[in-house]
């Protein structure tokens, strides 16, 4: 079967870091333009970083320098490492995977492949 599972939330306190896991199975997962989005309660859900299958990255402006995306395509998984948390991080976070697009930044209808979303809080 086709999926994709996140890891790694939890709840930390501002400043603190998290890093988030995707792992996929049932497709190929390497061949694949991937991102992270983030959906916080009232909002609209927001790309917050992206990369190509061959490793072109991009962020949203309020994560860079404090977020890493990563992907090992050896083993089939994503990765977001967040550090210097704020509490305007906090959200369902949720990874996506597209094998239509090449290209970074799609829009989440680009994506055909999506997890079930992981929670983040980040408390003050």
């Known amino acids: 079967a086709v999926r994709l599972v996140e890891s790694g939330g939890g709840s930390v306190q501002a400043g603190e870091s998290l890093r988030l896991s995707c792992t996929a199975s049932g497709f190929d997962f390497a061949d694949t333009a991937k991102a992270w989005y983030r959906q916080a309660p009232g909002n609209e859900c927001e790309l917050v970083s992206s990369i190509t299958s061959d490793g072109r990255t991009d962020y949203l402006d309020s994560v860079k320098g404090r977020f890493t995306i990563a992907q090992d395509t050896a083993k089939n998984t994503m990765s977001l490492q967040m550090n210097s948390l704020k509490p305007e991080d906090t959200a369902v976070y949720y990874c996506?995977?597209?094998?239509?697009?090449?290209?970074?930044?799609?829009?989440?209808?680009?994506?055909?492949?999506w997890g079930q979303g992981t929670q983040v809080t980040v408390s003050s």
């Open positions: 996506a995977a597209s094998s239509q697009y090449p290209c970074s930044r799609l829009i989440p209808t680009d994506y055909n492949y």
